[in-house]
């Protein structure tokens, strides 16, 4: 695997090496020893799907707070996501700061979310199908969130949502709650 640096640290796009003959081609998408090896958490607990019938679906920004934080790889395998990365981490160099990678079934690559960061994608095409992995378990209490379209992020996406959660479309802009935001990730 190749794992790509972004301008978030500990994010990472991860690249299969794909060994293609006339069959097609074989390509690792996890490793442990190899996430081990490039500085990143082999520990992985549960892993999820999300099935987005519209172009233009809009999921998150989503986290976890402490003690349940989580480092997210996400993968489309099905259709194609525009998948944002916003750092959340107070002591971060690049706090407030998001990356965007574009995922397709066809490119294979993975993007990883470590924790203290958000994660939110817009789908680019209809039954859309993303895959992600999660280093704990899913706690219902400690889900949080961040306004999709808060202006402190200044996030382009693609287009205009046409699905969003209502819990989605109601989470506050971090302006209006600083102070709740930065101790849900403590």
């Given at each position: 695997?190749?794992?790509?640096?972004?301008d978030i640290p500990g994010a990472r796009v991860v690249e299969p090496e794909r060994l293609g003959d006339e069959r097609?081609?074989?390509a690792r998408t996890w490793c442990a020893r190899e996430f081990e090896q490039a500085g990143l958490s082999p520990r992985l607990v549960q892993c999820s799907v999300s099935f987005n019938r519209e172009r233009g679906t809009l999921r998150g920004l989503h986290y976890q707070a402490a003690p349940h934080r989580e480092t997210r790889l996400v993968r489309c395998t099905r259709g194609a996501i525009h998948?944002?990365?916003?750092?959340?981490?107070?002591?971060?160099?690049t706090h407030l700061e998001h990356v965007a990678v574009r995922l397709t079934a066809e490119n294979r690559l993975a993007l990883y979310v470590p924790e203290g960061c958000a994660h939110g994608f817009q789908t680019l095409e209809?039954?859309?199908e993303v895959f992600y992995q999660m280093t704990e378990f899913y706690e219902s209490s400690a889900g949080r969130g961040v306004r999709w379209d808060d202006p402190a992020f200044g996030i382009e996406w693609p287009l205009e949502p046409t699905t969003m959660s209502e819990r989605d479309r109601s989470y506050p802009d971090l302006g209006q709650d600083a102070v709740s935001a930065a101790g849900t990730l403590a």
């Amino acid at each position: 695997m190749i794992f790509r640096e972004t301008d978030i640290p500990g994010a990472r796009v991860v690249e299969p090496e794909r060994l293609g003959d006339e069959r097609g081609f074989f390509a690792r998408t996890w490793c442990a020893r190899e996430f081990e090896q490039a500085g990143l958490s082999p520990r992985l607990v549960q892993c999820s799907v999300s099935f987005n019938r519209e172009r233009g679906t809009l999921r998150g920004l989503h986290y976890q707070a402490a003690p349940h934080r989580e480092t997210r790889l996400v993968r489309c395998t099905r259709g194609a996501i525009h998948d944002v990365v916003v750092d959340l981490r107070a002591d971060s160099p690049t706090h407030l700061e998001h990356v965007a990678v574009r995922l397709t079934a066809e490119n294979r690559l993975a993007l990883y979310v470590p924790e203290g960061c958000a994660h939110g994608f817009q789908t680019l095409e209809d039954d859309t199908e993303v895959f992600y992995q999660m280093t704990e378990f899913y706690e219902s209490s400690a889900g949080r969130g961040v306004r999709w379209d808060d202006p402190a992020f200044g996030i382009e996406w693609p287009l205009e949502p046409t699905t969003m959660s209502e819990r989605d479309r109601s989470y506050p802009d971090l302006g209006q709650d600083a102070v709740s935001a930065a101790g849900t990730l403590a």
